[in-house]
């Protein structure tokens, strides 16, 4: 297998990614490759340049291999898969494309976003592996609450929207989102920043409860989970922890999110001081 520079946390690299002064990447894979068809290298930080460092792996790879398995821990530009406003690139399908023209057949990555529940899906002739690691998340994350709480007291795992109910929780807050609108100069999307707390509220008091996870795929700018934990504690939830499968933790969201939560939990597929579950134990065939 061909490790990049990026993962050296997790194997040793035979991929070398240097910077010229300019910027531009240049990238060497310092190892025999006419055998290897499978790639590891993160797409983050840094996302547009490493997915040319990418780029650059996989066309000097498919000078032997017609058919190249990713694994990519987090898949970048996978947000925005559909078009909202006229003319909007589809930047999900526009890097699976990308990739598919370097003769890449499988993506194996974890929680992605285009994906939410769903386990494969082929795109453009891409075979796409998606994993979950929302259960790893929560058995970490309850382990560690166990050691400051009675062993007895039951554990709420919470959905701060809908779109991560599927992460295996007990219950979700309804993020109620605000319709498209006509401004003056454009369509625009409205969110209204607002969480319904009918269900967990309800499963709080019906099970008295005063320990909980909270759990998303992704915390980015931290909106959506810092307000879920606000609304945790309002609740009276007095032992809160807060998993993400990738943590972005932009401007110190960590920061406020610890104000309300008594730690942080994510996986490893970016890397941050919170990453205590391993993507790579988790790959289907692990060490592949
Ligand atoms: C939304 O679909 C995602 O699951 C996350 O809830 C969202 O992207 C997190 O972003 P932020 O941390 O900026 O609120």
Known sequence: MLISQNCSDVLKPNIEIKQFP??????????????????????????????????????????????IVLIIPYLAYARQERRVIDGEAISARAIIRALASFNVKKIITFD???????????????????IHLSQALIQHAKEKLHSITSKKEKILV????????????DTYFIKERGEYVNTKSDKTYRV?????????????????????????????????????AKLCKELGIKNLAVCCTHGQFLNNADKKILEYAKFIVTSNTILNPYSEVNFWDYLPNAKI
């Open 192 to 228: 209204i920043k607002s969480l319904d707390y009918s269900l967990v509220e309800e499963k709080i008091k019906k099970e008295n409860i005063s320990n909980a996870i909270l759990i998303d795929d992704i915390i980015a700018s931290g909106t959506t989970i810092i307000e879920a």
């Open 158 to 169: 919470i959905a701060p929207d809908k779109g991560a109910s599927y992460m295996n929780v």
């Open 22 to 67: 300019d910027g531009e990447s240049y990238v060497r894979i310092v190892s025999d490759y006419s055998n290897e068809d499978t790639v590891l290298h993160r797409l983050y930080p840094n996302q547009s340049k490493s997915i040319f460092e990418l780029l650059q792996i996989i066309d000097t790879l498919s000078e032997y291999q017609n058919e």
């Open 112 to 130: 992605c976003h285009f994906m939410k529940e769903s386990k494969n899906k082929t795109l453009y002739d891409v075979e796409i592996i998606n």
